[in-house]
C-alpha cells in the first residue's frame, strides 16, 4: 500500500486515536448500554418494519436488556 504525504506525516495509530465517536451514533449508544451493535441494529430494523419511528424505535431497543444465549439449563435441587 502506497502511503500519501499525509499518511507519512503522522503514524497510523496516531490517526486511529483522533477518532471521536458522536454521542448520538449507534455505536456510542451500544458501547453505553452494552448491547453489541449488531443487536441493536437488528433489533431497530424489526421495530421500523412494524410502523415506529426511528427514534422511537431506539429508545425501545435500548430498553430491552439482552437475555442469556443458547439453551436453557436444567436446573435440579
Known sequence: MKLTDRGKET???????QRVLRADSLTALSRQSGIPLSTLKTRIRALM???ISRERAIEIALSRPVGPQGRPRAHDP
Open 49 to 51: 418494519a412494524r410502523g
Open 11 to 17: 503514524p497510523l495509530m496516531k490517526r486511529r486515536e
